[in-house]
């Protein structure tokens, strides 16, 4: 359970209605809609230590638009997800300077910025629940877009589940006009 991990969050509108569709998915599960920066991952020093370096590589990044696009399913996992269709290098040259130092993993995949709908299914109902997952998110009427401006470190707890434990802006973040 001691995992830690770097997420930009979802803003609202679009969060409330992916996490809306994922408790539609899978019943019982506890969404806060994100992309994952750095995937889940145990840390060889404290937290704090591997937060900081964090927080000053994110210094080096300016905020940017991420577009979600299609739904689809990671082979091997049977994981229905929804790609990314903008801001996905920009995720991926973030995902590879943070993962150094404290922070590095030897990852089970290759990294692949995604939004998580749906996990752990039961193979029989994996392209039930994709249909289901395609035909929600067609009617979707909001925008899709948002800026990443922070990314939050978080950590998976027994009691708790996943808990915010520090965030980090990016700079160069956007002002409304």
Sequence with gaps: MNQFALVAYIPEPLSTFLDELRIALVP???PHAHVSVLPPRA????????????????????SFEIEAGE?????????????ISKGADELRRMHNAMNTDARAFDEPFIYHP??????????????SVYAEACRRWAAYPGKRSFWAEKLVFVQNTED?????LTQ???RGVPVAG
């Design 28 to 30: 019982g599960c506890m």
């Design 160 to 164: 708790r589940g996943w808990i915010d």
């Design 43 to 62: 840390l060889s020093v404290d937290w704090k230590q591997a937060s900081e370096q964090g927080r000053s590589l994110a210094a080096g990044f300016d």
């Design 71 to 83: 739904i689809a399913i990671f082979p091997v996992t049977d994981v229905i997800y929804l790609e």
């Design 114 to 127: 995604h939004v998580t709908l749906a996990q752990q299914l039961e193979p029989s109902n994996v392209k």
């Design 168 to 170: 980090f802006t990016l």
